[in-house]
């Protein structure tokens, strides 16, 4: 609660946030402080300031762009039962429940969903043919989340073989069609919930390859689906800045 109440700046001013960072950086020299405590104030310290940054110190490009809205495109494993129930779908809960909710509970109006639909069925379709209908999503698209699950990966085969390296890959790579270049995507890592409603499963060792180097290099920032739903807009605002950040030679874009 505290978070929330303190990230929501469209409500106050700077100047409180200010007295409250000034407070919590004293309280951290406290010698009685518990590490639990360090590790809570330090993630809340970087919401206020990415938050500040964000809301009160961007540019008016920023401005202009967070009016237009984003091209999001969703990544993820589509049958993964081992994920937490969402209500009032049909059982069992898989990721593509996931996409739906944030499709259509998460994204602003000005957002536009550039991903698959959950009823479309391109299963008896080529390789090829499925691989250009992604590519062709992922093109038109401004950032790409990852949705983690804890069976994302398909044991025994390579991440070539697999779509979601692929997704992440040409997310990631500057396009040219039509003498018209697509910028990188931004791309923000979601940790969904297993079955018991815990993210322990999380391991970025475990994770594919490209997706593990780009989490280690900072271009992916990565959130649970709880941090997401409180604060959809800071986190993928946070993505597009570390893909900005990153140094091109530190961004790993092939399989």
């Known amino acids: 609660p505290k978070t929330l109440m303190i990230t929501n700046i469209e409500e106050s001013s700077i100047c409180p946030y200010i007295h409250i960072l000034l407070f919590m950086k004293a309280q ?3 010698q009685m402080a518990s590490q639990f405590h360090e590790v809570i104030m330090l993630k809340v310290l970087r919401k206020i300031l990415t938050t500040l940054l964000l809301s009160k110190i961007g540019s ?3 401005e202009e762009d967070s009016k237009m809205g984003r091209k999001v495109f969703v990544s993820y494993k589509y049958k993964d039962s081992n994920v937490k129930m969402i209500p009032n779908v ?4 898989w990721p593509c429940d996931y996409v739906d909710y944030i499709k259509n509970k998460v994204l602003s109006r000005d957002d536009v969903y550039k991903g698959e639909k959950s009823d479309e069925d391109i299963s008896s379709w080529t390789e090829s043919a499925i691989w ?3 590519k062709d999503k992922i093109y038109d698209s401004t950032i790409t989340i990852v949705l983690i699950s804890p069976n994302m990966k398909e044991p025994g085969r390579w991440q070539q073989s697999q779509w979601i390296p692929w997704e992440i890959s ?3 790579r500057e396009t040219t ?3 018209r270049t697509s910028q990188r995507n931004a791309i923000l890592a979601v940790i969904l919930p297993d079955k018991n409603g815990s993210f ?4 970025k060792n475990n994770l594919f390859p490209i997706l593990k180097s780009n989490i280690e ?3 992916i920032y990565v959130v649970t689906w709880d941090d997401f739903l409180k604060y959809p807009e800071v986190d993928m605002n946070i993505a597009a800045r570390q893909k900005d950040a990153v140094p091109t030679y530190k961004i790993v874009k092939l399989l």
Do not use: K, V
């Open 28 to 30: 951290r020299s406290i």
């Open 60 to 62: 008016r490009e920023n």
């Open 90 to 93: 049909t059982q069992p809960t």
């Open 132 to 134: 250009q209908h992604l």
């Open 170 to 172: 040409f997310s990631i």
């Open 177 to 179: 069609r039509n003498n």
């Open 200 to 203: 322990n499963y999380y391991d």
């Open 217 to 219: 290099n900072d271009y």
